[in-house]
């Protein structure tokens, strides 16, 4: 019973988040071109909650193949789950002022990915041979807690946009969408230096498995330049962003396909889905691409 129900909530929570994500890009097409800082303050939220639903999906399969040997290994789920709903919360949230509940979750899904983080790296330097490549390959992987930390970085942004003006709104000294995009920036660029690590293990067998390496790191560029540069509507970058979005959803099936190919397929779920590609993580490159699209609409209101 326990191995059904970590598998179940591996397939309905991978699933979730393509969904999700799909939805976030038509809402994404209906919405008007220029947005209030409420508007980007509650897609920075949904952001924050599909990040938080790849972690918690992720952590439970890895978590629970460890055994849970650490008592500490029960921490992301929970505080992914609760970072996990204050997303939604936020998302459905009109209020042009940060909500203490919210910000206290984010702020503690930030420290728990740090830590995370810490625990990760001692996982590895603790192994014979510490820094090699088999132990960067199979050992606790070292960037997955980072998405707790950016989940939660997403989230606490979103919640100070709110407090900010609705004229000419800014985080961190820097008008608003110039911060965010920066933010938005930096996150796909730690996201796909993960995911090429676990891409240079399975040797880039499918010509699929550049995408995800190649896609996502012009959209942060595209992204840093938005921010740098003088703020004017920029099309291409609307559909890169866009297309990275496109890829977490499409992400979602390539891995489905590849647990599949394993011996068994999906009959025998309860081994492949932790012997396949992770089933939860491609939807983490929607999450910032629709982080992305807002940043830039607000961007465009700039002076």
Do not use: C
Not at 110 to 126: D, Q, S, V, W
């Amino acid at each position: 019973m326990k191995q059904f129900t970590a598998g179940n909530l591996a397939v309905a929570a991978g699933l979730a988040a393509a969904g999700a994500a799909f939805i976030g890009m038509r809402s994404n097409r209906r919405a008007a071109p220029v947005q209030t800082h409420i508007d980007t303050a509650r897609s920075f939220n949904r952001s924050s909650a599909l990040l938080a639903l790849s972690v918690l999906a992720d952590s439970a399969m890895e978590h629970y193949r460890g055994s849970y040997d650490n008592p500490a290994m029960v921490t992301p789920l929970v505080i992914s789950a609760l970072s996990l709903l204050a997303g939604v919360h936020g998302g459905r949230d009109h209020e042009p002022q940060r909500h203490p509940v919210r910000d206290s979750v984010y702020l503690g899904a930030a420290l728990a990915g740090i830590a995370g983080t810490g625990f990760h790296l001692y996982n590895i330097t603790k192994r014979p041979g510490q820094w090699s490549w088999h132990n960067l390959f199979y050992a606790a992987p070292i960037g997955a807690p980072m998405a707790l930390l950016l989940s939660g970085a997403l989230g606490a942004a979103a919640e100070r946009l709110r407090d900010e003006p609705q004229h000419e709104p800014r985080l961190f000294g820097l008008p608003a969408g110039q911060a965010l995009a920066l933010l938005t920036s930096a996150g796909l660029i730690g996201t796909v230096g993960e995911v090429a690590l676990l891409h240079f293990r399975g040797a880039f067998q499918n010509p699929a498995m550049y995408a995800p390496v190649t896609i996502p790191p012009l959209a942060s560029a595209l992204l840093l330049h938005t921010a740098l540069a003088a703020p004017r509507p920029r099309w291409f970058t609307r559909l890169w962003l866009r297309m990275t979005a496109a890829l977490g959803v499409i992400g979602v099936g390539f891995h489905a396909r590849g647990i599949a190919r394993n011996q068994g397929g999906w009959r025998n779920w309860s081994q492949n889905l932790f012997n396949g590609p992770p089933l939860p993580a491609p939807p983490s490159f929607s999450a910032l691409a629709l982080a992305g699209l807002a940043a830039q609409r607000l961007r465009e209101t700039e002076r």
